[in-house]
């Protein structure tokens, strides 16, 4: 098997990949490919919502995976799509964690394979998710979150302002308002005595 | 500026595009989290509707973005959300699908860490949007995901209009969720799906944070205790042993 592709390898596949436009790449290669997988694939679902058909999900995931190494990626900024196998791609799954811990001392969660529908719950990550928030409330809203017995890590919203100022994107206002929120997340664990929670 | 910045524990996270792309501030983020050796989440929300179209096309582009997160961009776990073009929520009947389908497959043929992300339509202290947390937290768990993020409730799009009952109605649904048979949750899940999806067309729009909690205590209303109650019950009804 052929060693697993990192980021740098990524940008350099890219930085020889084949130029394609982008407007091809969104309505011709991306969809053309999709239905040619399903296809293949003879992918067709039912009215359930979670498979209860094994085989079907064994060809869907092969109809990922084929996707993936007969489309490539798009880079828009180059202008071109970066070619990888199906062995790289298997190699690079094959490499994945298969644990991540995240938080530290009595609040640190170790998130690994469940395995269908185990009884071992997911990890439960409250927050806003990207949802705007007011400055003036950020840490009492993450705390609402920090505070639920059921909640292991969390996840940020987006400030507002900052020191009254837009957080708009780009711009060193952005960057300011990212460290704010940050600050604000560990504000609210520790008010909710749950320092070391991870974010 | 004490304790800013991210811990080796925490975790960094990186957007691709939709459907298959990523830019080169993206790659440029990544390298660095790469180097540094920190713990990356690497997102996508393929969009039901867009570029793909149909149904088991997403779900095909789901499983091809989700395996390139770890294949081309050394991330540690994937952050799914298949979104619906039209209510631009996750909670739908085919975004569902979308996630469960794509989870499923990949969970049936590897070790990766699988995470999902929230988008209702209903805001806080609304049964509408309590509901549709618990379902895709239903189908979240029993398709075999790891990790739940969320919820962005009125759609994360309107200020302050997200509160931590969300996410007790989320962790609370999963753990009951867990362990149960597929075919059952399947059945709890299309009954609630019927209590909600008539609501998309005109969403109850709920209440912002500051009128959902005493903002001094941070101690939800007992308003929004009451519709947690409602809630409960009707997914108690639908046949999920949540805890009330």
């Not at chain 1, 079907?56 to 489309?71: C, P, Q, T, V, Y």
């Not at chain 1, 949802?131 to 987006?158: K, N, W």
């Not at chain 1, 060193?172 to 070391?196: F, H, M, N, S």
């Not at chain 2, 912002?208 to 409960?232: H, I, M, N, R, S």
């Amino acid at each position: 098997m052929p060693r697993s592709l990192n980021v740098f390898d990524s940008f350099d596949r890219f930085s020889v990949g084949k130029k394609v436009r982008e407007d091809t790449w969104d309505y011709v290669t991306i969809p053309k490919n999709a239905l040619a997988m399903k296809e293949k694939y003879d992918i067709s679902f039912g009215p359930e919502v979670i498979p209860e058909d094994d085989d079907l999900s064994d060809r869907l995931f092969k109809a990922g995976l084929e996707m993936l190494a007969i489309s490539g990626f798009y880079n828009p900024n180059l202008g071109k799509a970066l070619s990888v196998t199906e062995d790289e791609i298997l190699a690079g799954v094959e490499n994945a964690p298969r644990k991540v811990k995240l938080g530290r001392g009595r609040e640190r969660v170790s998130c690994k394979p469940r395995r269908g529908n185990s009884r071992r719950k997911p990890i439960i990550q409250g927050g806003p998710t990207g949802a705007p928030v007011s400055e003036g409330i950020f840490p009492q809203m993450m705390e609402s979150y920090a505070q639920e017995r059921v909640v292991d890590t969390l996840v940020s919203g987006v400030l507002n302002t900052v020191s009254g100022r837009p957080s708009t994107t780009n711009t060193p206002w952005e960057i300011q308002a990212t460290l704010a929120e940050i600050k604000y997340v560990r504000e609210a664990c520790d008010r909710a005595g749950r320092r070391g929670m991870g974010i | 500026m004490t304790n800013a910045g991210h811990r080796i524990t925490d975790a960094h996270e990186c957007s691709q595009l939709n459907e298959l792309k990523i830019d080169m501030t993206g790659l440029n983020m990544l390298s660095g989290w790469t180097t540094n050796g920190d713990t990356i989440m690497v997102e996508q929300m393929p969009i039901f509707g867009g570029y793909t179209g149909g149904l088991e096309e997403t779900a095909i582009s789901d499983v091809a973005t989700t395996l390139a997160s770890f294949a081309l961009f050394s991330g540690n776990f994937h952050l799914d959300g298949p979104i619906h073009i039209r209510w631009n929520v996750t909670t739908a009947k085919e975004t569902l699908q979308v996630a469960a389908h794509a989870a499923a497959a990949i969970d049936a043929n590897t070790d990766l860490l699988l995470a999902n992300q929230y988008y209702p339509a209903g805001g806080p202290c609304t049964e509408m949007c309590l509901l549709e947390t618990a379902n895709q937290a239903i189908t979240d768990t029993g398709s075999g995901r790891e990790l739940l993020s969320g919820s962005a409730a009125a759609k994360g799009v309107v200020k302050d209009k997200t509160t931590g009952m969300e996410a007790r109605i989320m962790g609370e649904a999963a753990i009951a969720a867990a362990g149960m048979k597929v075919s059952e949750l399947n059945g709890i899940i299309l009954k609630l799906l019927s209590k909600y999806e008539s609501g998309f067309v005109k969403p109850p729009e709920g209440k912002t944070f500051q009128e959902c909690y005493d903002v001094k205590t941070v101690k939800p209303t007992a308003e929004y205790l009451a519709v947690y109650d409602g809630a409960v019950q009707v997914l108690r009804d639908a046949g999920l042993p949540i805890k009330h």
